[in-house]
């Protein structure tokens, strides 16, 4: 029988089970309960909610519609899986709550609390969202009209700018994590998934030396050159915007294969075909070479921030791009290949 431990979620340093307390921070701390069987959930109540039907379910987790049993409000609720509570999955998922709880915003998704239980389940409570992912419209629709992806992209900026007001990155921002509901008769887009933020200010990461993060459609060239990875900010995070425009114009990623590798090294040498090459809609200047800029190989060629990529979709004069087609330092060595990630649905 493995030992039971205690850990800290602001921290992750890990304790004997008798300890309560974080010597070091003063955070209550919680179990790091040993790995066991998935148990079906469907029925069950967890603190005041009753778990009615699962909207999503990744690596680490599963996301369920919830109903408190006497108040009759409907939630979300993400629940990390027995054999995920670790020192590290518990501290993403801790982090993730955190991330948002710090950047209360219009287009991001609210977290109402993070919860451990007595028998040491770990979830995190989230506003419900009616709607669909920007992957199923996607699918569905194929190409988007371009009035509605320069929406995508302005209200996405616009969560992106409360994120890193902050010091934080997202680090996967792709369709999948874009979530679209109807509100007062209009589109919102609403930001999904913090489970692999970076703290550009504090210790409370967990990305561990080598490890790549990410979705490799969408990774940015200094997440996949060895040795990059302290510049993985802002920029990350605006080319990553880019790829999701790009792709919601032209109905596909602007750099496809089979081969992983072929793909991340696309990203990082080779150029971009304009979306007015790969699709018969007429794109308007601004969206596209906005588009374009938050695609260039160089982070310093690149918006530097999001409230500037906001400007440039609402300007009536496109910005300007490089004239050249920079290339990223340490151009001689091959990118690493990357492990795919699995995001859990929010």
């Known amino acids: 029988m493995s030992e039971v431990r205690k850990l800290c979620v602001v921290c992750a340093k890990v304790f004997r089970a008798g300890e ?3 010597p070091d921070d003063g955070t209550a701390l919680v179990l790091e309960a040993a790995g066991g069987e998935r148990p079906a959930r469907l029925g069950h109540v967890l603190g005041n909610y009753r778990l009615l039907r699962v909207l999503g379910e990744g690596g680490v987790g599963t996301v369920y519609e919830a109903e408190h049993i006497r108040l009759g409000r409907k939630m979300a609720i993400k629940v990390l ?14 982090n993730e709550a955190r991330a948002v709880n710090e950047t209360r915003h219009a287009n991001i998704i609210e977290v109402e609390d993070f919860v451990t239980t007595p028998a040491g389940e770990h979830y995190m409570l989230m506003e419900l969202l009616e709607g669909e992912d920007l992957r199923s419209v996607i699918s569905r629709e194929r190409t988007l009209a371009p009035e509605r992806v320069s929406a995508i992209g302005e209200q996405i900026a616009s969560a992106l700018a409360a994120v890193h007001s902050v010091q934080i990155v997202h680090r996967d921002l792709k369709p999948d994590n874009i979530f679209v509901v109807q ?17 550009t200010n504090s210790q409370h990461g967990v990305t561990r030396a080598g490890m790549t993060m990410g979705t490799p459609t969408y990774m940015a060239p200094e ?13 990350a995070d605006l080319y990553a915007l880019g790829m999701v425009m790009y792709e919601a114009l032209t109905g596909e990623p602007a750099f496809t294969g089979t081969q992983l590798a072929a793909i991340l090294r696309a990203h990082c040498f080779e150029p971009v075909v304009p979306p007015s090459k790969k699709t018969a809609v007429r794109i308007p200047p601004v969206l596209e070479a906005a588009v374009m800029k938050c695609l260039e190989k160089a982070v310093e060629n690149r918006f530097l921030t999001a409230d500037a990529l906001c400007a440039a979709l609402r300007s009536s004069q496109p910005v300007r791009l490089s004239r050249h087609i920079s290339v990223p330092r340490e151009a001689t060595r ?13």
């Not at 091959?334 to 649905?345: C, D, I, M, N, Y």
């Open 183 to 199: 509100r007062d008769g209009r589109e919102t887009f609403k930001l999904l998934d913090f489970g692999a933020v970076k703290f």
């Open 334 to 346: 091959p990118p690493r290949p990357a492990p795919r990630r699995r995001s859990v649905l929010m």
């Open 81 to 94: 899986h027995p054999d995920a509570v670790t020192t590290e999955g518990v501290t993403r998922l801790f």
């Open 223 to 235: 997440m996949i050159i060895s040795g990059r990875e302290q510049e993985v900010g802002v920029g």
């Open 20 to 22: 309560t307390t974080c």
